[in-house]
């Protein structure tokens, strides 16, 4: 059976550079993956080195900035050009920031929705029409529990993966009809270096983003708001980025993927609370009743 061919976004640490390392490393062989970065002479490193033998046989890296068409179409191209087909798409580059809302400059808004929704959608766009033509493709947007579940810090990163999770949910049943299955991931805190920098803790993100906020009166009701409960915030635990690997192989393999997968349980719980309350009263009382 021919390789499936895997773009990847975002894969110089976390999540992307796992998912990247467990397709590669498939003991059958089933993955090519074009696993993508910003800037090679920076990021690169760490990725090079774990995958060893893989390299340039299973796991090719490749420069992309999802802010630039001109990188896009370049690998793109490369793909088509190689390969005749992109198989699977991964979306998962995304970038954050722990500004408080009132005070943060308009440009932060404008970064992070440049890399987190309006990336994902310039990568969709241009993988789309092969995929139509082959009648066969997947699209899996690495988004967030934080694209259901608003949290009151971190605004601008919350507002753009709800944009993923409104664009993916648009086009997922025309898409459908050319056998291209969009899925949207759902994980919550999960061990990256984006994540530790705040904290090694569940909540240590937030609350840290929350001592931040300029203001004594709004510091201490966010902070507040933000300690009282773990699994209401974002779940109870911090997940490895190799669970959230494996279940993008498992979603990519699947013949016929769901629309949304959380990554664990605890997130399972709190989807389900978001999703079977039309009025979204309870996920505003979950806040309140602390």
Same mark, same amino acid.
């Given at each position: 059976?021919?390789?499936?061919?895997?773009?990847?976004?975002g894969?110089?640490?976390?999540i992307?550079?796992?998912?990247?390392?467990?397709?590669a490393r498939?003991?059958?062989?089933r993955?090519?993956?074009?696993?993508?970065?910003?800037?090679?002479?920076?990021?690169?490193?760490?990725?090079?080195?774990?995958?060893?033998?893989?390299?340039?046989?299973?796991?090719?890296?490749?420069?992309?900035?999802?802010?630039?068409q001109?990188?896009?179409?370049?690998?793109?191209k490369?793909i088509?050009?190689?390969?005749?087909?992109?198989?699977v798409?991964?979306?998962?580059?995304?970038?954050?920031?722990a500004?408080?809302?009132?005070?943060?400059?308009?440009?932060?808004?404008?970064?992070?929705?440049?890399?987190?929704?309006f990336?994902?959608?310039?990568?969709?766009?241009?993988?789309?029409?092969?995929?139509?033509?082959?009648?066969?493709?997947?699209?899996?947007?690495?988004?967030?529990?934080?694209?259901?579940?608003?949290?009151?810090?971190?605004?601008?990163?919350v507002?753009?993966?709800?944009?993923?999770?409104?664009?993916?949910?648009?086009?997922?049943?025309?898409?459908?009809?050319?056998? !291209?299955?969009?899925? /949207?991931?759902?994980?919550?805190?999960?061990? #990256?270096?984006? $994540?530790? &920098?705040?904290?090694? +803790?569940?909540?240590?993100?937030?609350?840290?983003?929350?001592?931040?906020?300029?203001?004594?009166?709004?510091?201490?009701? !966010?902070?507040?708001l /933000?300690?009282?409960?773990p699994?209401v915030? #974002?779940?109870? $635990?911090? &997940?490895?980025?190799? +669970?959230?690997?494996?279940?993008?192989?498992?979603?990519?393999?699947?013949?016929?993927?769901?629309?949304?997968?959380?990554?664990?349980q605890?997130?399972?719980?709190m989807?389900?609370?978001?999703f079977?309350?039309?009025s979204?009263?309870?996920?505003?009382?979950?806040?309140?009743k602390?």
């Open positions: 059976m021919a390789s499936q061919v895997v773009l990847i976004t894969c110089s640490q976390g992307g550079k796992e998912a990247a390392l467990t397709l498939d003991p059958q062989r993955f090519k993956v074009y696993a993508t970065m910003r800037n090679l002479e920076t990021r690169q490193a760490d990725l090079k080195t774990e995958a060893g033998s893989f390299l340039n046989d299973t796991l090719f890296i490749r420069e992309l900035d999802v802010t630039k001109d990188t896009i179409d370049k690998i793109v490369e088509i050009d190689n390969d005749g087909k992109i198989d798409l991964v979306n998962n580059a995304a970038v954050i920031c500004n408080w809302w009132e005070t943060a400059p308009m440009e932060t808004y404008y970064d992070i929705m440049e890399a987190n929704y990336g994902s959608v310039r990568m969709t766009k241009a993988v789309v029409p092969y995929m139509k033509e082959k009648r066969c493709g997947r699209i899996l947007q690495v988004a967030s529990i934080l694209g259901f579940h608003a949290i009151p810090v971190v605004t601008q990163y507002a753009s993966k709800f944009a993923l999770e409104g664009f993916s949910e648009s086009i997922a049943p025309p898409l459908r009809k050319f056998n !291209v299955w969009v899925s /949207v991931i759902e994980p919550g805190c999960v061990k #990256t270096n984006m $994540v530790e &920098q705040f904290g090694d +803790e569940p909540t240590s993100i937030w609350i840290n983003a929350a001592r931040e906020i300029p203001g004594e009166e709004d510091r201490k009701i !966010v902070t507040d /933000v300690s009282f409960d699994e915030v #974002t779940g109870p $635990v911090i &997940q490895e980025t190799q +669970e959230v690997a494996k279940l993008i192989q498992d979603v990519m393999l699947s013949p016929k993927p769901d629309y949304r997968y959380q990554t664990s605890s997130i399972k719980k989807a389900k609370k978001r079977i309350d039309p979204g009263n309870m996920i505003i009382n979950d806040w309140l602390g």
